[in-house]
């Protein structure tokens, strides 16, 4: 089966899951499963920085790519970084097959607010909707309501929605490599 | 879109590198890595990168000398330098040699795409405007002659018109004002435009050798006849004949002409056997053929022969709307063939063009530009490059005409109350022309009791 499958790296609220499992079923029109929890590597994590190469996390990610699966999306709670920039809400192998979303600043504690747990929730399915995208080709996108637009912060994140725009939709349908991993899936229901 | 936008990034540090080129490939950039400066300048003389990230601090070439290298390569190259908080003084410094910015690394994210959307969106701007630039020269170019003047697309219209017609045409204007240009608009826009264009300078010869440049000799038909020689007319055959400065050809020759022009066929000088040929003649003349034939200067036949279409082209001075638009033709071809970086012309630069007369039209406004290009200090010509155009102004004034025989004095006066007819009685233009002070030209206009 082609499915898409989220796991998380250690401990990750069930309802933040659930809403990025919706979110991506509606996005992509791809089954989506639970993957089991992933251990997260140790070497990702950089003292110099305190943080946590999200480059590392996806190299982890790769190795344990499901079978039955398309894409792997990992979800961890460490505040991500690559070597350039200062911290990533999440990255992905653009065009690749797998992706991962830190919770850590879509937080509001993060940012001294208090706690807002549904507003976690959403932001994490756009995100996740985000980074998959990427895995499926899309770039940036210019319209700010598009999950594939550019969130440099909360606002920017919150002013997203998780469905792509027609524009994004189009190319996502359009790439060769979703209607491969979709008649994957057709041809294992039918 | 953005796709065709390509970025180079240069940085040692692999890790740097593929961070920095994933999150831009994210935005939808098309983007290369490199590992050393030496790589990156082979990489820059493959292609043109709308934006090069290079790290300062490399192994081998550091980044200012790469950066020194691909400017060399692209002028136009944006470079954005990147670097570690130790070195910011560094960065500074490459600011100073050309870089656009510098980021440091770690940097906010926001800042890379904004620096990124910054430069792209100022590229898409210059590249709009050149594109606008060419699509509107497009439109006022005609083969080689560029114009916007009513008078002039009159003309490109009627070069269209009689391209195919076999017809002579006779074209006139003041020197500079491209009647060759029209010739060959005339002959490349035709039915003839695959055979040959042959052009004669009928002032330049005299009239022996005028007579064999056009009709060739035969071998020893007179001295220095060595060989056998094919004259213009036969080069010319299935073609076009351009002979500029008609006006100035022998009366022996005025006969020779019309009679080819009647019966397409002649000797070559020294010959026995007649040629005949399929030429069409145009011919050009900066006089007034009319008051020639007047005054029996010229052949009234061989002007009717000639004058079947007439091609008036107006002087630049009665067409000023054209001199920013050929101002900038001019500009845009020497600034690349003189390898100058000289980009516009300011106003003021464009007022002294514009309120310049222009006695060598178009001839003397290109090479009013080339000069101003070869000496222009600081990227663009302003009014400071174009202060030879006031000096040569004086001695091209219209309207002066001298006879014969007059005393140095004479020629004085007559210039002064010449250059002061030009000025409209301007006492300080007419100094500033002539290159004395006011007082002495008061002094001279006293003595000479010139008129104002």
């Known amino acids: 089966l082609s499915v898409l499958a989220v796991a998380p790296f250690g401990p990750v609220p069930g309802a933040v899951l659930s809403a990025m499992e919706a979110a991506l079923g509606g996005a992509f ?22 943080q946590w190469s999200s ?18 999306l990992g979800v961890t709670e460490r505040d991500l970084f690559v070597p350039v920039l200062s911290f990533v809400y999440g990255q992905a192998q653009l065009g690749g097959r797998v992706a991962v979303v830190s919770l850590a600043r879509l937080r509001p504690e993060f940012h001294g607010l208090p706690p807002a747990p549904a507003a976690l929730a959403r932001r994490a399915a756009t995100e996740a909707v985000h980074e998959v995208g990427h895995t499926f080709g899309l770039v940036h996108c210019l319209d700010r309501r598009c999950p594939m637009s550019l969130s440099i912060d909360l606002a920017d994140l919150d002013g997203k929605t998780a469905t792509p725009c ?13 209607r491969r991993t979709r008649e994957r899936t057709e041809g294992v229901r039918t | ?39 990156a300048i082979e990489k820059a003389r493959g292609r043109e990168y709308a934006i090069y990230f290079v790290d300062l601090k490399m192994p081998g070439l550091d980044g200012i000398e790469t950066m020194m290298e691909i400017r060399k390569l692209q002028k136009e190259a944006s470079v954005i330098v990147i670097t570690a908080y130790a070195t910011v003084d560094t960065a500074i410094a490459a600011m100073k040699e050309g870089a656009q910015e510098y980021v440091v690394k770690p940097c906010h994210p926001q800042e890379i795409s904004l620096l990124v959307e910054r430069i792209i969106r100022v590229k898409n701007l210059q590249r709009e405007n050149a594109i606008l630039r060419r699509k509107l020269t497009r439109q006022y170019r005609f083969h080689d002659l560029v114009s916007k003047s009513p008078r002039m697309i009159e003309i490109f219209d009627l070069v269209r018109e009689i391209a195919s017609q076999r017809s002579t045409v006779l074209v006139q204007g003041e020197s500079g004002t491209g009647k060759e240009l029209v010739a060959r608009a005339i002959h490349f826009s035709g039915d003839r435009g695959e055979g040959p264009f042959v052009a004669v300078s009928c002032a330049a010869l005299a009239e022996t050798l005028l007579e064999s440049e056009l009709f060739g000799h035969e071998k020893g038909s007179f001295t220095g006849a060595v060989a056998q020689k094919q004259g213009k007319f036969e080069l010319a055959d299935g073609g076009t004949l351009f002979l500029d400065e008609i006006g100035d050809i022998s009366p022996k020759l005025q006969v020779d002409l019309l009679r080819v022009l009647q019966e397409r066929r002649f000797f070559r000088v020294g010959g026995t056997t007649e040629i005949a040929v399929d030429v069409r003649v145009i011919a050009a003349t900066h006089r007034d053929l009319a008051a020639d034939v007047r005054e029996g200067r010229f052949r009234d036949d061989l002007y ?135 007082s002495t030209l008061y002094e001279k206009v006293k003595r000479y009791e010139i008129p104002r």
């Open chain 1, 166 to 178: 027609p524009a994004c939709a189009k190319h996502l349908e359009g790439s060769r490599e979703m």
């Open chain 2, 304 to 438: 009717y022969r000639l004058n079947v279409i007439n091609v008036q082209i107006p002087p630049l001075r009665d067409r000023r709307e054209d001199v920013p638009l050929l101002a900038q033709e001019f500009l845009d071809r020497l600034s690349h063939e003189l390898g100058r970086e000289v980009t516009g012309i300011s106003e003021e630069g464009l007022r002294v063009l514009m309120d310049h007369d222009w006695p060598g039209n178009v001839r003397e406004l290109e090479n009013a530009v080339e000069r101003a290009v070869v000496t222009c200090k600081t990227g663009v010509l302003g009014a400071e490059d174009f202060v030879f155009l006031a000096r040569a102004a004086a001695p091209a004034a219209p309207g002066l005409s001298l006879p014969a025989g007059l005393t140095l004095q004479e020629l004085e006066r007559e210039y002064i109350a010449a250059t002061l007819r030009r000025t409209e009685g301007n006492v300080k233009a007419a100094a500033e022309a002539l290159g004395i002070d006011r």
């Open chain 1, 55 to 72: 480059t590392v996390l996806l190299e982890e990610l790769l190795a344990r790519v499901p079978p039955a699966a398309a894409r792997l």
């Open chain 2, 1 to 39: 879109m953005r796709a065709r936008w390509h970025i180079l990034v240069v940085d040692d540090e692999e890790a740097m590198t593929e961070s920095l080129a994933a999150w831009l490939r994210e935005d939808g950039y098309t983007v290369d890595t490199a590992s050393s400066g030496r790589e």
């Open chain 1, 29 to 50: 029109r791809l089954p989506v499963v639970r993957g089991d929890p992933v251990d997260e590597p140790a070497r990702a994590f950089t003292p110099a920085r305190a």
